[in-house]
């Protein structure tokens, strides 16, 4: 089936310093991937739409020159998290929306702790 | 936008007993009810969908029933067995768009 390969799964980095994830859907094309953020027994709150080849679009709320998204083509997107501070700290997942059936697939999800 | 809600927060149960979890929506336009299984520090798991053309889906111990007039959705799991011990999430997607919109979700416990 429809699988997302989310790199790393676990960061752990000093504050102000910079983060990428990466997602990379491995047997389609996504056009559209979500990320979402997990703080310790909340769900998972959407944090942005990344469209390839285009701007994302960021829930209220969210800080886009703090959370880059990139999606510059149809196998990956990635989000960096810059400055980051120890707030910043959470479980972030990437997910994809397949291209036939229309359900969603995860990552495996970055456990990011700043320190 | 959608608001999905979801009851209870904690579910303890004794193992072999049935275990239901409710889910209501705003958007009337929502069309795609994915249930989704979540242990600790990995990825959900879809475990069952429903889309707003059938009102039930069920899948061994699994069954989801769907409501469109009361807008509300359930999770019902059978004969339950300690592995089953997870957070559940329901969610929701509105036609037209593409995101998922969650609950927040539901701590089964299932007791040997």
């Known amino acids: 089936g429809a699988v997302v390969s989310q790199h790393p799964s676990r960061v752990i980095c000093k504050s102000g310093t910079s983060v990428k994830i990466e997602c990379r859907s491995l047997?389609?094309?996504?056009?559209?991937m979500f990320w979402y953020r997990q703080f310790p027994k909340q769900s998972l709150m959407l944090m942005a739409t990344?469209?390839?080849?285009?701007?994302?679009?960021?829930e209220q709320g969210v800080e886009k020159d703090k959370f880059l998204i990139n999606h510059a083509s149809l196998t990956l997107s990635t989000l960096t998290v810059t400055s980051a501070h120890p707030e910043d700290s959470s479980f972030y997942i990437c997910?994809?929306?397949?291209?036939?059936?229309?359900?969603?697939?995860f990552g495996s999800g970055t456990r990011l702790t700043v320190v | 936008g959608e608001n999905v809600e979801q009851h209870p927060s904690t579910l303890s149960v004794q193992e072999g007993d049935s275990a239901v979890i409710k889910c209501t929506y705003s958007?009337?336009?929502?069309?795609?009810f994915p249930w989704y299984k979540q242990e600790l520090g990995k990825r959900p798991q879809l475990i069952i969908d429903?889309?707003?053309?059938?009102g039930e889906k069920k899948d061994q111990r699994i069954a989801v029933t769907l409501n469109k007039t009361a807008k509300h959705f359930s999770l019902h799991i059978t004969e339950t067995q300690p592995e089953d011990s997870a957070v559940y999430f329901c969610?929701?997607?509105?036609?037209?768009?593409?995101?998922?919109?969650f609950g927040k979700g539901t701590m089964l416990l299932v007791s040997p």
């Open positions: 997910s994809a929306r397949f291209p036939l059936s229309g359900g969603y697939t």
């Open positions: 047997d389609f094309q996504a056009t559209t």
């Open positions: 990344s469209n390839e080849g285009s701007k994302a679009t960021y």
């Open positions: 958007d009337s336009a929502s069309n795609y």
């Open positions: 429903i889309r707003s053309n059938v």
């Open positions: 969610a929701s997607v509105a036609s037209g768009y593409s995101t998922l919109t």
